[in-house]
């Protein structure tokens, strides 16, 4: 029997993705998120994986909220064995019904779509992780609990949850387990953010885990009128170009706080009236669950702001492609780091048009295709096709829901007393670097820990985390780019580069000794097995 609270970190530590924390306490195991990896590749293969713990042992899961990076492996996890409660805010519980679903369909569609592919023909057929119905069965076992109220998700345990302010139902996750008092800050929100309060949680703690999505970043500090302004200098200077501007949108509150934007811009005559479409049956239903919660937001009136006239809500595949024929448009589709989704073939016919915008708004994961278009990259590759990017992109980080730096300095402070630990989490390795030299600066806990994948702490009352474990090596090489990036970045590429060389017989040169070099691999590899 474990009698100090143990903590294994399986996801989101040196990343930002897969957020998935086990704790344990007098032989109950209770997880914190259960979500998806999303980037490259080679970190998506972490959720075909089998899990590092036995799902089937896990007492409950408490989820801060309904992003698929927190929620979406919880399907496999009851396909896997586990049979208790999902606790989360009520929002979350009616957002589950609609993200899940989602998420299964997606993988399904991805599977068959990737295995019509010629070039995986002799390939093993890529099986869905979990398919619609999968998480049907998981929404069934979510557990709607209010704000600010203690429960038992397992014998050892008394939890409640605190308004996060990071989207519709984010909660920050306050734990008992024994003597030991924890906060774990789940994904926090910016102060003065549309729809939602500040974050909010109490004082006094033994270890508190933070969020570090923006450690190393200070955004400018902006109003929401201030940003409706810049928003509209955006749209109307793409439109004035003569092409679409694209929107990259998470389905789940930005689509929501844009909409409300533009409705403002509106009628309020600062913008003439823009035909507006939003490419997401995801974004939709989001809307509506919004819409349904609008008595407990700030900014909602009545929830009619999101059925404004100008808002054309696209349903059908049909409709979908039908966009690649309009221009002037204002085209809001998911998903908003462009791994899938509608947006990749809206991207695909505009990237390369000069008169074409596309508009950033949210995060961007290393090794995305959205990280890629935004660090400069001249071409790319979308589904398999070789697309020039000759687009104007843009960015606008006011519409970030997760809190900068300061928001977040500020949000620690409020927790102190730490007598124990301060673990930053949910950040790439630079992010997570600078917030911990500036809370080292602060003197914001007794100790400050930067956790890797798979290692163990145990969290006494009133001293620092021990380690138990340590972390995977081979877990945290695959943060980041990958090969795959690089390769699609290289094929993408890789004829341009050839036009610049002044001769034919230099082409096949250039063409002979990349072959070589690929061949001394194989060789290599050869020599290897007849060795062994």
Known sequence: MTLTPELTFHGAAGTVTGSCMELRFDGHRVLLDCGLFQGSRTLEVLNRDPFRFDASKISAVILSHAHIDHSGLLPKLVGDGFTGRIWCTAPTHDLLYQMLPDSGRIQESEAERRNRRADRADEEPIVPIYTEADALVACAQAHPVALETWFEPAPGFKAR???????????????????????????????????HPDPLAPQGFDHVVCECTYGDRTRDE????????????????????????????????????????????????????????????????????????????????????????????????????????????????????????????????????????????????????????????????????????????????????????????????????????????????????????????????????APKMDETYALPQGAPARRLSTGSLDLQSMFGRDWQNDYADFSANLKNSLRQIDSASKKREAIKRMREILDSYAASKHRKSARS
């Open 161 to 195: 949850l605190w308004n996060a302010g990071h989207i519709l139902g984010s909660a920050s996750i306050e734990i008992e387990a024994g003597a030991s008092h924890l906060l774990f800050s789940g994904d926090l929100g910016p102060d003065h953010k549309a729809f």
């Open 222 to 449: 902006m109003s929401i009128a201030e940003r409706r302004t810049l928003l509209e200098a955006e749209i109307k200077a793409a439109l004035t170009r003569g092409g679409n501007l694209i929107i990259p949108v998470f389905a789940l509150e930005r689509t929501q706080e844009l909409l409300l934007d533009i409705a403002q811009l509106i009628n309020s005559g600062s913008m003439k009236h823009t035909r507006v479409f939003i490419d997401s049956p995801l974004a939709s239903r989001a809307t509506e669950v919004f819409a349904k919660h609008a008595h407990d937001l700030e900014d909602m009136g009545d929830g009619n702001i999101f059925r404004h006239s100008a808002f054309h809500f696209v349903d059908s595949v049909t409709q979908s492609r039908s966009l690649n024929t309009v221009k002037g448009a204002v085209i809001l589709a998911a998903s908003g780091m462009c791994e899938a989704g509608r947006v990749r073939h809206h991207l695909r016919h505009n990237l390369g048009r000069r008169e074409s915008t596309v508009l950033f708004v949210g995060f961007q994961a290393a090794g995305t295709l959205g990280r890629a278009i935004l660090d400069g990259a001249q071409r790319v590759k979308i589904s398999g096709h070789d697309v020039a990017v000759r687009a104007q992109i843009r960015r606008i980080d006011s519409y970030s829901a997760h809190a900068d730096q300061e928001d977040l300095r500020h949000w620690v402070s409020a927790r102190q007393p730490i007598d124990g630990s301060l673990f930053l989490s949910h950040g790439e390795p630079d992010a997570i670097e600078a917030f911990r030299r500036l809370m080292q600066s602060d003197g914001a806990a007794t100790s400050i820990v």
